[in-house]
């Protein structure tokens, strides 16, 4: 049977993008994380989903608080996505990176290229994680133009080789 570690290395070679994906704890203060787990799964109605860890420090956060936010970083946030990422808790991971409060109260990240708010309508146990669907009830794309995805391939953090559009 394939390894935990071993399956990581296999899905590694999937390039994605990555996000900070936020929510409000019970006691309404920020929480969030790092995720490549992110996928939109309807265009209509407008559904997207996330997988969390259940070891996640923000885990008990996303099942409190009922929405989320998923924040697409840019090719230079990648800091942001290291805090993010680390075993800093709470509303300390939140300190440095600039945000706001966006239509359903959630935090926003400072120069996120697109931001998309939802509702949880559906929580779905799937081995180690939890599978959140969210409605989404707002999104927007603020990134400047001209700035690129960050992107995470074979376990490090990446950016795009070719400049400009490709259309």
Avoid at 120 to 140: K, L, M, N, S
Wanted: charged content about 20%; overall charge negative.
């Amino acid at each position: 049977m394939l390894g935990p570690d071993d399956f990581r290395r296999v899905l590694g070679h999937f390039a994605s993008g990555v996000t900070v994906v936020t929510t409000l704890d019970v006691d309404g203060r920020p929480a969030g994380l790092t995720a490549s787990a992110v996928s939109s799964v309807s265009l209509d109605p407008p559904l997207v989903l996330v997988c969390v860890a259940h070891t996640s420090q923000s885990y008990p956060a996303f099942h409190a608080h009922g929405r989320f936010a998923i924040n697409v970083l840019a090719s230079e946030h990648e800091h942001v996505a290291r805090r993010f990422a680390s075993t800093v808790s709470g509303p300390e991971k939140f300190e440095g990176t600039g945000y706001r409060q966006g239509v359903l109260g959630l935090p926003i990240l400072k120069d996120a290229l697109a931001e998309i708010e939802c509702t949880i309508v559906h929580a779905y146990p799937a081995g180690d994680h939890t599978i959140f669907v969210g409605q989404v009830e707002a999104a927007d794309c603020r990134g400047e133009a001209g700035l690129e995805p960050l992107l995470y391939y074979r376990g490090r953090f990446n950016r795009l080789n070719s400049p400009g559009d490709n259309r």
